[in-house]
């Protein structure tokens, strides 16, 4: 009897270490949902303004990972590096770039606080460093080991700089201005932790889009972005998924479009109401949706894997596929879907058909975006090396192969005729601007 006791207090110790205190966790708090009223609905706020030159929000100013003008191909520590400077903590954060600054956000784990940081766009400068928050990070066992405490893209609208955390098991809201002055802060709702907190913010007319989808009851929150008041709430799935909320001029009219629960989702982004939903990808993806006129492509994930393609309207689907992008967005362009895989394969397939047109092996694995600039698409794997080759339907071109520190998660940004770029080595993190001598003078001038 004694031995059958030690073997079940054994087995019920091997499952606590597997598992962790997490097992034992109590659920969060329901969140409810919001409606938007005539007295919330918010007016007079000034229209989103960005200039050409800028990359104002994840995935840049289209939204899609494309961006308006070109970039250098090739680089090293010593070939096209305009300046480099040092990033405190760690982060996954994109750049985000607007006039002459350059944002991003990051984290000290062992202090524990939350920061969103100002670079001198022309000289690499520190300008500024804001503590958002302090304490109150997630455990161990619900971060997953790839990930970090300052994931989210910060987005800027011109006047404003709006950054989402994970922070004492709740998602908090922050809008700062260019100068790094809190304006105001709100707490969007409960966040029970699985891997982390992984969403951008997406900006459309008057209101901050936020989602934090997890796995006791996810939403989505359209914030006024002003005042920080929560304008509408809606409830999500249970399920833990990390993609971030886009919006697009889909079937003419605006959409925000989601992927993750095993669904693609479209809102109204002015008041939060369901669209429509269409089953697909995976019960967890990390990319951005993107489109082709009213063709939708969403991929993922975990458990499954699947490339899929919808209509926008909501009618159905249109092709799908075995293959995963569970970290990476996609890029749409010419009627073609370019996609690298976690396994570092890189595709093209036409738009409307899901037809293979190639693939071609890079090496993995793969956890940042491409981004297409001038008939270029980069994409860089997470040990540091940035992969150019051509945006061409006919056969896979690789261009170069472009290696900076030993580590890298952050999808660059393109604009100005230069690229940002955050990397890792060694554990100390560097902010790249790589361009050419006249890049770099086209910026001066401006």
């Given at each position: 009897?004694?031995?059958?006791?030690?073997?079940?207090?054994?087995?019920?110790?091997?499952?606590?270490?597997?598992?962790?205190?997490?097992?034992?966790?109590?659920?969060?708090?329901?969140?409810?949902?919001?409606?938007?009223?005539?007295?919330?609905?918010?007016?007079?706020?000034?229209?989103?303004?960005?200039?050409?030159?800028?990359?104002?929000?994840?995935?840049?100013?289209?939204?899609?990972?494309?961006?308006?003008?070109?970039?250098?191909?090739?680089?090293?520590?010593?070939?096209?590096?305009?300046?480099?400077?040092?990033?405190?903590?760690?982060?996954?954060?994109?750049?985000?770039?607007?006039?002459?600054?350059?944002?991003?956000?990051?984290?000290?784990?062992?202090?524990?606080?939350?920061?969103?940081?100002?670079?001198?766009?022309?000289?690499?400068?520190?300008?500024?460093?804001?503590?958002?928050?302090?304490?109150?990070?997630?455990s161990g066992g619900q971060?997953?080991?790839?990930?970090?405490?300052?994931?989210?893209?910060?987005?800027?609208?011109?006047?404003?700089?709006?950054?989402?955390?994970?922070?004492?098991?709740?998602?908090?809201?922050?809008?700062?201005?260019?100068?790094?002055?809190?304006?105001?802060?709100?707490?969007?709702?409960?966040?029970a932790s699985k891997f982390?907190?992984?969403?951008?913010?997406?900006?459309?007319?008057?209101?901050?889009?936020?989602?934090?989808?997890?796995?006791?009851?996810?939403?989505?929150?359209?914030?006024?972005?002003?005042?920080?008041?929560?304008?509408?709430?809606?409830?999500?799935?249970?399920?833990?998924?990390?993609?971030?909320?886009?919006?697009?001029?889909?079937?003419?009219?605006?959409?925000?479009?989601?992927?993750?629960?095993?669904?693609?989702?479209?809102?109204?982004?002015?008041?939060?109401?369901?669209?429509?939903?269409?089953?697909?990808?995976?019960?967890?993806?990390?990319?951005?949706?993107?489109?082709?006129?009213?063709?939708?492509?969403?991929?993922?994930?975990?458990?499954?894997?699947?490339?899929?393609?919808?209509?926008?309207?909501?009618?159905?689907?249109?092709?799908?596929?075995?293959?995963?992008?569970?970290?990476?967005?996609?890029?749409?362009?010419?009627?073609?879907?370019?996609?690298?895989?976690?396994?570092?394969?890189?595709?093209?397939?036409?738009?409307?058909?899901?037809?293979?047109?190639?693939?071609?092996?890079?090496?993995?694995?793969?956890?940042?975006?491409?981004?297409?600039?001038?008939?270029?698409?980069?994409?860089?794997?997470?040990?540091?090396?940035?992969?150019?080759?051509?945006?061409?339907?006919?056969?896979?071109?690789?261009?170069?192969?472009?290696?900076?520190?030993?580590s890298s998660f952050s999808?660059?940004?393109?604009?100005?005729?230069?690229?940002?770029?955050?990397?890792?080595?060694?554990?100390?993190?560097?902010?790249?601007?790589?361009?050419?001598?006249?890049?770099?003078?086209?910026?001066?001038?401006?």
């Open positions: 009897m004694i031995d059958h006791v030690r073997v079940l207090a054994a087995g019920l110790l091997l499952l606590v270490s597997i598992a962790g205190c997490d097992m034992f966790r109590p659920p969060v708090p329901d969140v409810a949902e919001i409606t938007p009223s005539a007295d919330s609905t918010p007016k007079s706020v000034p229209e989103i303004t960005f200039a050409e030159t800028d990359w104002p929000w994840w995935r840049g100013p289209q939204r899609d990972g494309v961006a308006a003008g070109a970039a250098p191909v090739e680089w090293s520590s010593t070939k096209n590096i305009v300046w480099s400077a040092p990033v405190p903590g760690r982060g996954h954060s994109s750049p985000t770039v607007v006039g002459d600054r350059v944002i991003l956000a990051t984290a000290d784990d062992s202090a524990q606080t939350q920061s969103v940081l100002a670079f001198d766009r022309t000289t690499g400068e520190q300008l500024w460093e804001t503590q958002v928050h302090q304490g109150g990070f997630p971060l997953h080991q790839k990930s970090t405490n300052a994931n989210c893209t910060v987005a800027c609208d011109g006047e404003r700089l709006f950054v989402a955390f994970l922070n004492h098991a709740e998602i908090h809201a922050t809008a700062l201005s260019l100068d790094g002055e809190i304006v105001w802060q709100t707490t969007l709702g409960p966040f982390g907190y992984a969403p951008s913010p997406a900006l459309w007319g008057p209101l901050a889009l936020f989602a934090a989808d997890h796995r006791d009851g996810g939403f989505l929150a359209g914030v006024n972005r002003l005042t920080g008041e929560i304008v509408w709430r809606r409830k999500r799935p249970a399920v833990a998924t990390y993609s971030s909320p886009v919006v697009a001029e889909l079937g003419g009219r605006p959409q925000l479009v989601i992927s993750g629960g095993e669904q693609i989702s479209s809102y109204d982004p002015m008041s939060g109401e369901s669209l429509w939903s269409v089953r697909g990808t995976a019960e967890a993806t990390c990319g951005t949706v993107v489109w082709d006129g009213d063709l939708v492509f969403a991929s993922g994930g975990y458990p499954q894997s699947e490339t899929i393609c919808v209509r926008a309207d909501g009618s159905g689907e249109v092709w799908k596929n075995r293959q995963k992008c569970y970290e990476q967005s996609m890029l749409a362009h010419d009627g073609y879907l370019y996609a690298v895989t976690d396994r570092g394969i890189a595709y093209c397939w036409e738009a409307a058909t899901g037809k293979e047109q190639w693939k071609g092996r890079l090496s993995s694995p793969v956890s940042a975006s491409p981004v297409l600039a001038d008939g270029h698409i980069y994409v860089c794997n997470e040990g540091g090396t940035m992969y150019v080759f051509r945006a061409d339907p006919g056969k896979f071109d690789l261009v170069s192969e472009n290696l900076l520190g030993d999808t660059p940004a393109v604009c100005g005729g230069q690229m940002f770029f955050r990397v890792s080595k060694g554990g100390q993190g560097t902010l790249y601007c790589i361009g050419t001598a006249e890049s770099e003078a086209l910026t001066r001038a401006e």
